[in-house]
């Protein structure tokens, strides 16, 4: 059974930084596309950024290129997205999902699996 706890959420002034993190269990990173969505309040959920298989690629949406970084740490079956300089808009429940597809796709139907989300609150 696959599992994914997400960490890392938190609030934090404008401009500032925080790292999220998604430890796996039941299944091995390195054989999957991961990827990172959110959710702010009153929305439909959006794609955020991707790892592709090999942890050596990355996708990112329009509104985040620049300022987050997806990443995964292997042997620790662990999956980060930085974000830094951020803003009010950024707030959002902040979920990582895996995919079977071969490549990274934005879309949430191609994810089969989902962490319960963190929550980033950024204000002042």
């Known amino acids: 059974q696959v599992r994914l706890v997400e960490s890392g959420g938190g609030l934090v002034q404008p401009g500032g930084s925080l790292r999220l993190s998604c430890t796996a269990s039941?299944?091995?990173?390195?054989?999957?596309?991961m990827g990172w969505f959110r959710q702010a309040p009153g929305k439909g959920r959006e794609f955020v950024a991707g790892?592709?298989?090999?942890?050596?690629?990355?996708y990112y949406a329009d509104f985040v290129k620049g300022r987050f970084t997806v990443s995964r740490d292997s042997a620790k079956n662990t999956l980060y997205l930085q974000m830094n300089s951020l803003k009010p808009d950024d707030t959002a429940v902040y979920f990582c999902?895996?995919?079977?597809?071969?490549?990274?796709?934005?879309?949430?139907?191609?994810?089969?699996?989902w962490g319960q989300g963190t929550q980033v609150t950024v204000s002042s």
């Open positions: 999902a895996r995919s079977s597809k071969i490549a990274i796709s934005a879309r949430e139907e191609h994810y089969d699996d």
């Open positions: 790892s592709n298989l090999f942890g050596d690629g990355a």
């Open positions: 039941g299944v091995t990173f390195t054989s999957h596309v």
